[in-house]
């Protein structure tokens, strides 16, 4: 148990719908992150949000939209998916974004995209 | 963009064995950190180190931020069955603050 819960664990949706991705945390953190994992690649960071305002944006496409309510929770909102998005996507949480401060992961969501 | 090179990719080994994986790059860190994911969870922290020369111990577990700041190593001792899974490297580059992560070593054990 990381104190980071992702849902769903698994997601299987086609190429027009909208789903949502959620991340909760549990650690009392005031910076979270989300990473797309994909086979044979690095994490991939997506988007870094530090005491609910986006503070990050690695060039992701607009059809991923982030959205954090609060401190405790991330969304991740998902449009008109490709297949090249399908893979393993990874809530992270830290106390700030301080270099010191190491990041404690949920265990994802796999996304498949048909 | 930056890069971090883990080797190696893959290993194989045997019950008892020691493993030896590292991570180099062209430029300085600040941070390392190693995590290790098993199938269908996560990424967990096990060691974080802050300083270069920095030898960090946890159980079976040592790791060492270079001297250079540009490389880091990660030692397991008398390997486990247990011990399976992929095991990435991360370094937050001094130049840019960001938290780089490298492609994994995956690690086979045989009992």
Known sequence: ETGVTQTPRHLVMGMTNKKSLKCEQHLGHNAMYWYKQSAKKPLELMFVYSLEERVENNSVPSRFSPECPNSSHLFLHLHTLQPEDSALYLCASSQDRAYNQPQHFGDGTRLSIL | ?111
């Not at chain 2, 030898?55 to 931020?65: D, E, Y």
């Open chain 2, 1 to 111: 963009g930056q890069q971090l090179n883990q080797s190696p990719q893959s290993m194989f080994i045997q019950e008892g064995e020691d493993v030896s994986m590292n991570c180099t790059s062209s430029s300085i860190f600040n941070t390392w950190l190693w995590y290790k994911q098993d199938p269908g969870e996560g990424p967990v922290l096990l060691i974080a180190l802050y300083k270069a020369g920095e030898l960090t111990s946890n159980g079976r577990l040592t790791a060492q931020f270079g001297i250079t700041r540009k490389d880091s190593f990660l030692n397991i001792s008398a390997s486990i069955p247990s011990d399976v899974g992929i095991y990435f490297c991360a370094g937050r580059s001094s130049n840019t603050g960001k938290l780089i992560f490298g492609q994994g070593t995956t690690l086979q054990v045989k009992p």
